[in-house]
């Protein structure tokens, strides 16, 4: 039995983070399925895990994380000789992990709760059979296309958005882009062309593709 295990759902974004993470480092683990429709996740079993009753939880040996992005710099620390380099290519260069650092502050403050928010109202609520609200969207899309515009002017200077090598900022923005890009909001990356071609890059990345299957 592996030793690491994620506590999950596939449909998660946050899950998908560390599966991607862990894809990356060709790592072995165990998925447990974690069933959000049942409130599972609400239970006394996985509040143990973690006490926001969040996906996903996380274990390596004995010890236990939650926070997709905690643990997602844990694996890529604990095994930074394995599979993919996720960190700065040089990771003891203090300037230039602060650099990587800024950028996954940045996705998870600026860019995933609006992504969150588009990915709600076109995928979710349809499945729900609910209506998508269009003046939600617009306002999403008009806060998302700023982010975007930055990113646009990074990408003129680097091909990642920490620098020339893919890192954990580039692979935290995967799961929610590979929602947006089944959707009308697909363009608002597609019509800047540094972005669309960063967003080509890390899509089809073999990791990438695992966790669309």
């Known amino acids: 039995m592996a030793a690491i295990k994620v506590f999950g759902h596939p449909a998660s974004a946050p899950t998908m983070r560390v599966v991607l993470t ?3 480092k060709n790592l072995d683990f165990e998925f447990v399925h974690v069933d959000l429709m049942g409130g599972e996740h609400k239970k006394e079993a ?9 996906v996903p939880a996380f274990e390596d040996g004995d010890l236990k994380l ?9 694996i ?6 394995q599979g993919t380099n996720l960190l700065p290519a040089d990771s003891k260069n203090i300037a230039h992990y602060a650099i990587m650092a800024i950028g996954m502050q940045v996705e998870a403050h600026q860019f995933e709760p ?6 709600s109202e076109h995928v979710f609520k349809p499945k729900k059979g609910l209506t998508t609200d269009q003046a939600v969207v617009a306002e999403e899309e008009a806060k998302l296309a700023k982010v975007l515009d930055v990113y646009e002017a990074r990408l003129k200077e680097f091909k990642y958005l920490a620098g020339d090598t893919f890192t954990l900022t580039d692979l935290h923005h995967i799961p929610a882009i590979q929602y ?12 800047r062309p540094r972005v669309n071609e960063w967003v080509a890059e890390i ?5 990438s593709q695992k966790i669309l299957q």
């Open 203 to 207: 899509t089809k990345r073999p990791a």
């Open 76 to 81: 890529a620390h604990r095994y930074e000789g």
């Open 46 to 54: 996985f509040l143990a895990r973690n006490p926001f009753g969040q």
């Open 22 to 24: 862990l894809h990356e």
């Open 66 to 74: 939650f926070e997709s992005r905690a643990i997602t710099q844990y």
């Open 180 to 191: 947006l890009l089944g959707t009308p909001s697909k363009r608002l990356f597609t019509e």
């Open 114 to 119: 609006v992504a969150a928010k588009l990915v």
